[in-house]
């Protein structure tokens, strides 16, 4: 199963299971993914855990396997989902995987975890929501490190910015989410749910704000033949070669 569901003592454990492709997500995968976080919670969670099976947690899209469903639904479904999200970090979490651990409520990482936003490097540009996102996590410093150079961050880093809450050596980060969990877990649910709300409404002020512009050109990049060349690049493990068209 691509993406694996289990529940213990009002903790819902969903894990990536494509370790052999660093959790790169497919079609299936989202659809799967966005199903765990549109059901209704069960009457006993109280939180759920966010993983990646094997060394690395996301390695964002799987490009060479076709991008036919969107990803934006799932990383709002991740942000909405009514009790608290917290994602496990170890390895990669690269363009989509850095934005799906960003859309959980908390981020525990492994400290050499790296987070990365690569699509300037393949020709590509964020959308609205997802430039939306990296502002409120990591302010426009941060954004710009992340979004225009696309070089992989380490936790460490993103940590020292405010972007995650915790990070920990390889041997204490189960002892660390544990923690954590189990101390969400102890709250009242009904709190849980009414101060997410909250927090998630207060945060809306840009979702206002009119930005055709800005998503027109964003689409034109994605169609350009610097994008077509940066994806075929990526594939190839080759340095593009973008000629500004």
């Given at each position: ?7 213990q003592n ?10 052999e492709?660093?959790?790169a ?8 993914l966005?199903?765990a976080f549109?059901r209704e ?6 939180v ?18 076709g991008m036919?469903?969107?990803i ?6 991740v ?11 170890q ?14 409520d ?5 400290e ?7 699509l300037?490097q ?6 609205w929501?997802?430039?939306k ?5 990591a302010?426009p410093v941060g954004?710009r490190?992340?979004?225009m150079?696309g070089?992989?961050l ?24 544990d923690e954590?969990v189990?101390r969400?877990?102890k709250?009242?649910?009904l ?11 207060e945060?809306?002020?840009r979702?206002?704000?009119e930005?055709a512009?800005?998503?027109a050109?964003?689409?034109a990049?994605?169609a350009?033949e610097?994008a ?6 990526r ?11």
């Amino acid at each position: 199963m691509l993406v694996e569901e289990s529940s213990q003592n009002g903790i819902r454990t969903v894990t990536m299971n494509r370790p052999e492709k660093r959790n790169a997500m497919t079609d299936e995968m989202l659809e799967l993914l966005l199903l765990a976080f549109t059901r209704e919670p069960a009457d006993d969670e109280r939180v759920t855990v966010l993983r990646g099976a094997g060394p690395s947690f996301c390695a964002g899209r799987d490009i060479s396997m076709g991008m036919k469903v969107n990803i934006e639904p799932v990383f709002h479904a991740v942000e909405t989902y009514p009790l608290p999200v917290v994602s496990v970090v170890q390895g990669f979490a690269i363009a989509g995987g850095c934005e799906i651990a960003l859309h959980c409520d908390f981020v525990i990482a492994e400290e050499h975890a790296k987070f990365g936003m690569s699509l300037a490097q393949i020709g590509m540009a964020p959308t609205w929501f997802l430039a939306k996102k990296l502002l409120e996590v990591a302010g426009p410093v941060g954004a710009r490190e992340i979004l225009m150079l696309g070089d992989p961050l380490p936790a460490k880093k993103l940590h020292q910015l405010g972007m995650i809450s915790r990070i920990a050596d390889q041997q204490e980060l189960e002892n660390t989410c544990d923690e954590l969990v189990s101390r969400l877990a102890k709250n009242a649910p009904l709190s849980l749910r009414a101060i997410k709300a909250l927090l998630l409404k207060e945060m809306t002020f840009r979702d206002g704000i009119e930005h055709a512009a800005v998503d027109a050109l964003v689409a034109a990049t994605a169609a350009s033949e610097d994008a077509i060349e940066g994806r075929q690049a990526r594939l190839q493990k080759r340095d593009a070669k973008f000629q500004g068209r």
